[in-house]
């Protein structure tokens, strides 16, 4: 049976999250919880990540919007096919009547909720529980998405991390974790659920499920790094995990004003962990896929590695990876792949000879190693 507006009124624990307007709407199905700020769109494009059933939670800058923006932002919504609407709101600045007006006249369920007093994890955690039986889902891979994209400014940046991780701690290290391998795939939900976001005095820890794997947003009034590993131990042991994971880490970074960038470090590190075959690391540790990670999909950097990879056959680029991955030693290569450093040798000067024969050596392997790490981070 489908989980509709009405059977949300039903929840239990939810005090100060009420249904403000829209009830002649509430009919409606829901088929997924979204984390979202409409606040600012100013396209159709803004909405492409609310398909039909959406269930919207905002944070605090929609509720803080003028109401002719809000009307706006309410009726994009609707347009688009979201289900309901809640809105954070400041119980002493309740909607206007003009509002709610409109509300009810488009039967739009509006619900809001005072963030001081309900945490939005809870509300989400208990809307997860109500439809996940549905089939329904939860997304924040809008905000996540907005963050790895970069460009946000400190109001958007702060906006997404009171939703992310409301009442973190003034400091923040993101870890990542995943699966080596794009064809595994583990279970989140277990660990969402069950995790207690508050873990201890000084610090507290949210987790935002993102395409095949985890971030974990460890925040502490002052850097630990045994507090940061307890965590991530503590979130291992709660996942149903199949699958050889890799954990990777962000710099140390303020909650409000960079998270964004902790998101980023620790997602472009776990795309060089899984080219390195590591099973942990570090931003600060990443060397030259600093530069590549960000850059892997622009369009010079893919003509660049075009003109080594596309001179290759098969069986010389099996051999330029293993190459690349000995870092440029001909006798390693050689004992990986069971042959003479001599065949090693020759297969990689014949890419020379097709490329760049007029560059010396030393110049042409640090190229084709840059051009074989970026072929790899494409292939993930």
């Known amino acids: 049976m489908a989980v509709r507006v009405n059977d949300i009124l039903r929840m239990h624990g939810l005090d100060g999250f009420y249904q403000v307007a829209g009830r002649e709407g509430n009919d409606r199905v829901v088929s997924t919880v979204l984390i979202a700020d409409l606040a600012f769109a100013d ?18 800058l929609l509720g803080s919007l003028e109401d002719e923006k809000l009307i706006l ?19 002493d600045n309740p909607i206007t009547e003009f509002v709610l007006s409109y509300c009810n006249e488009i039967m739009m369920p509006l619900f809001t909720f005072d963030p001081g007093n309900v945490k939005i994890e809870e509300i989400i955690l208990d809307l997860m529980s109500l439809i996940r039986e549905d089939g329904g889902t939860i997304s924040f891979s809008r905000e996540v998405e907005r963050m790895l994209n970069g460009g946000l400014n400190a109001v958007d940046t702060a906006e997404i991390s ?40 000084n610090a507290a820890c949210h987790l935002v499920p993102y395409k095949n794997g985890l971030f974990a947003v460890i925040s502490m009034g002052r850097v630990d790094t045994k507090v940061r590993d307890r965590i991530v131990a503590e979130i291992m042991e709660l996942l149903d995990a199949r699958a050889d994971l890799i954990t990777t880490f962000s710099g140390v970074h303020s909650t409000l004003e960079e998270l964004d960038r902790a998101f980023r470090e620790s997602y472009f590190a776990f795309q060089a962990a899984r080219v390195e075959g590591l099973s942990s690391v570090e ?17 010079h950097m893919v003509e660049f590695m075009h003109t080594y990879i596309q001179v290759m056959n098969a069986e010389w680029l099996e051999t330029a990876k293993i190459f690349v991955k000995c870092k440029g030693s001909y006798d390693d290569a050689a004992e990986i792949m069971k042959c003479h450093r001599n065949t090693v040798r020759y297969r990689i000067s014949r890419i020379r000879e097709l490329v760049d024969k007029e560059r010396s050596e030393f110049e042409f392997n640090q190229s084709l190693m840059m051009a074989v790490k970026l072929h790899l981070l494409n292939e993930l």
Request: contains cysteine; glycine residues 8%.
């Open 43 to 60: 396209s159709e494009r803004d909405y492409s990540s609310v398909r039909e059933g959406s269930f919207i939670v905002t944070g605090v």
């Open 283 to 299: 931003y600060k540790d990443i060397g030259i896929y600093k530069v590549l990670v960000p850059l892997k999909d622009e369009p």
């Open 162 to 201: 009171e939703m992310l991780c409301p009442g973190a701690r003034k400091l923040c290290i993101v870890a990542y974790i995943g699966s080596r391998s794009s064809r595994d795939s583990f279970r989140t939900s277990r660990a969402v659920k069950s995790f207690d976001t508050n873990t201890g005095e």
């Open 73 to 91: 932002a309410v009726r994009k919504a609707s347009e688009v096919g979201a289900s309901g609407v809640a809105i954070a709101r400041k119980t």
